[in-house]
C-alpha cells in the first residue's frame, strides 16, 4: 500500500462508520499486503474489506455505481483519477484537503476534510462526513449531480488545447526576448509551472535555425521531446 494513501486511515474510519451501517462493506482495488491484512484482522472488519486484486478499467463505472460514497483520505495527491471518476459516475466523495485533491473535487460534489492529518479527529470526520453522505439523501442527490454536472466538463481534448495554447505563447514570448529573433522551433523544451499560482517557467534550448513558415502550432512529436 502506498502510505500516502492513508489505508490504515481509511479502515479505521470504516470501524466507525460500521456503527451505524453494520452490514456495509469496503471494497478496495489492487494488492492487499501484509500490514494491511494484520490491521484489517486487529479491527475485526475481516469479513467486511472485500478486495477485487487488480480490476478492469472497463469494471470501475460497476463499482461506483453500486457504492453509496468514495472516501479518499491521501495525505497528498496530484490530479486524482478515483475522484474524477467517481463524480463522473455520480458518486458523492469524501476526500482530504491536501494536494491538489481540493482542486480535483467540484465545489458541491462532496467533503474536503480538513482536520490534522494522524489524529483521532482526522478519521473520526471522515466516518462522520460518509455516514452523513449515506443519510441525507438530500445532500447526497446535490453531491452527486454537481460531480456529474462537472465530470462532463473534462476531456483530454481540451487539456490538450489548453496546454497548446500554454506552449505556443510561451514559445514566442521567450523567442520575442532573445533578441527579436524569427520564432524558432525548439527540438527539446521543458516546461515547469506551478499550477496554483498561474506561475510557467520555459527554458529553450539546442533551437532548430529559423524555417520559412515555423509555426508553432505546427510542432510535431518529431520535432520536440517533452521532459
Not at 470501524?15 to 475485526?44: A, C, F, S
Not at 495527491?77 to 463524480?87: K, L, R, S, T
Amino acid at each position: 500500500e502506498i502510505p500516502r494513501k492513508q489505508v490504515p486511515l481509511l479502515l479505521r474510519s470504516f470501524r466507525e462508520l460500521k456503527k451505524k451501517y453494520p452490514d456495509d462493506l469496503l471494497v478496495r482495488h489492487g494488492e492487499k499486503k501484509e500490514d494491511t491484512k494484520r490491521l484489517i484482522n486487529e479491527l475485526g472488519l475481516t469479513n467486511d474489506v472485500v478486495y477485487y486484486g487488480y480490476t478492469d478499467e472497463a469494471d470501475f463505472p460497476f463499482f461506483y455505481s453500486a457504492a453509496d460514497v468514495l472516501v479518499q483520505p491521501s495525505s497528498e495527491e496530484g490530479f486524482c483519477f478515483p475522484v474524477i471518476e467517481a463524480m463522473a459516475c455520480g458518486l458523492p466523495v469524501v476526500t482530504s484537503k491536501r494536494g491538489a485533491l481540493p482542486e480535483t473535487l467540484a465545489e458541491g460534489a462532496g467533503v474536503l476534510i480538513d482536520a490534522p492529518v494522524h489524529t483521532p479527529e482526522y478519521y473520526d470526520e471522515f466516518a462522520h462526513q460518509g455516514v452523513r453522505l449515506m443519510q441525507d439523501q438530500e445532500a447526497h442527490q446535490q453531491a452527486s449531480t454537481a460531480g456529474s454536472a462537472h465530470a462532463a466538463g473534462l476531456d483530454w481534448l481540451g487539456v490538450a488545447q489548453e496546454w497548446g495554447e500554454l506552449f505556443e505563447r510561451e514559445i514566442r514570448f521567450y523567442s520575442e526576448i532573445a533578441g527579436g529573433l524569427a520564432l524558432r522551433t525548439p527540438r527539446r523544451y521543458y516546461g515547469a509551472m506551478d499550477l496554483t499560482e498561474h506561475r510557467y517557467l520555459l527554458l529553450l534550448e539546442d533551437l532548430a535555425p529559423a524555417r520559412a513558415g515555423d509555426q508553432v502550432a505546427g510542432c510535431s512529436a518529431a520535432d520536440a521531446e517533452v521532459a
